[in-house]
């Protein structure tokens, strides 16, 4: 495993990609209908990439593919027949895949008080952004495995930091979230074990930090800030780093 260093951001996007040239390389975001995955989309597309916009919500997916140039591709991560077809799309469309950004992900309700959290609640939050990510990572690993230069891209969070959350200093310390920050460290350590599992890929962890999106009700940065550390290890070549946590400055602790 390398040291974590951010690689470059790549230039903003100044054009809008409506075609695919042969050879480009293939991407597919989750959870890209809006937010962070939708902004990661573009930025993919104008970089030169082949882009599936992968949506739980066909129609919306379908609306956002349109928007950008991108192709739609109706995926569930937490339905194992939606993420089976998702890949066999991908298999007969394009028959491989160079890079997986696993976005998709839920923050369960924020209104409740660490001792109000049951079980349930972690379970609804965990199926999606710690078994979801599973799901469609070993689906689509057979065609990440054809790639030269296969990359996933695990869109954690600064409140999956071990690290951040038990520092009082740092902003993550002071939300209680027992479901979501739970999910994120789970994601965390998925992303080691992978990385270790299959070494020809690189397989990292980043964080967006806090950022205007849905999820947030519109609290933080401006979302174009906050898909560089995902669009930046996206972007990442053979040669790039694997079992890292990253933000746009630079390494996040674990
Ligand atoms: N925004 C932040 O401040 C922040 C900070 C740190 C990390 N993150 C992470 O960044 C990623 C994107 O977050 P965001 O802020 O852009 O959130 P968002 O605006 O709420 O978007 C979440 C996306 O995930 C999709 N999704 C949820 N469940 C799904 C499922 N079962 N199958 C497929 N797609 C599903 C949503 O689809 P629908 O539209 O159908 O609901 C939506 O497209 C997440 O992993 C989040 O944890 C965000």
């Known amino acids: 495993m390398t040291t974590a260093t951010p690689p470059p951001s790549p230039p903003e996007p100044t054009t809008r990609a409506t075609d695919?040239?042969?050879?480009?390389?293939?991407?597919?975001?989750?959870?890209?209908?809006?937010?962070?995955?939708?902004?990661?989309?573009?930025?993919?597309?104008?970089?030169?990439?082949?882009?599936?916009?992968?949506?739980?919500?066909?129609?919306?997916?379908?609306?956002?593919?349109?928007?950008?140039?991108?192709?739609?591709?109706?995926?569930d991560i937490t339905d194992d027949a939606s993420v089976t077809a998702a890949a066999e799309q991908v298999r007969r469309e394009v028959g491989h895949l160079d890079v997986l950004v696993n976005n998709a992900a839920v923050v369960g309700a924020l209104d409740r008080t660490t001792e109000q959290v049951d079980a349930e609640d972690l379970r609804v939050v965990h199926e999606t952004n710690v078994l979801g990510l599973v799901r469609v990572t070993h689906a689509f690993l057979p065609l990440l495995q054809t790639s030269p230069?296969?990359?996933?891209?695990?869109?954690?969070?600064?409140?999956?930091?071990?690290?951040?959350?038990?520092?009082?200093?740092?902003?993550e310390s002071r939300w209680p979230s027992l479901a979501y920050a739970s999910s994120k460290a789970a994601v965390n350590m998925?992303?080691?074990?992978?990385?270790?599992?299959?070494?020809?890929?690189?397989?990292?962890?980043?964080?967006?930090?806090?950022?205007?999106?849905?999820?947030?009700?519109?609290?933080?940065?401006?979302?174009?800030?906050?898909?560089?550390?995902?669009?930046?290890?996206?972007?990442?070549?053979?040669?790039?780093?694997?079992?890292?946590?990253?933000?746009?400055?630079?390494?996040?602790?674990?």
């Open 20 to 75: 695919h040239s042969p050879g480009a390389r293939v991407a597919l975001v989750t959870g890209a209908n809006k937010g962070l995955g939708r902004e990661t989309v573009r930025r993919l597309l104008a970089a030169g990439l082949d882009v599936y916009l992968a949506s739980r919500d066909a129609e919306r997916g379908r609306v956002a593919a349109g928007e950008l140039g991108a192709r739609a591709l109706q995926l």
């Open 190 to 254: 998925l992303t080691v074990q992978y990385a270790k599992a299959f070494p020809t890929l690189r397989i990292n962890a980043v964080d967006p930090g806090l950022t205007a999106t849905d999820a947030t009700g519109g609290m933080g940065k401006d979302i174009t800030e906050g898909v560089q550390a995902a669009v930046a290890m996206a972007l990442i070549g053979a040669d790039g780093p694997t079992a890292t946590f990253t933000d746009s400055d630079g390494p996040v602790p674990w």
């Open 149 to 171: 230069a296969g990359v996933v891209v695990n869109v954690s969070s600064g409140m999956g930091s071990l690290g951040r959350t038990s520092d009082p200093t740092a902003m």
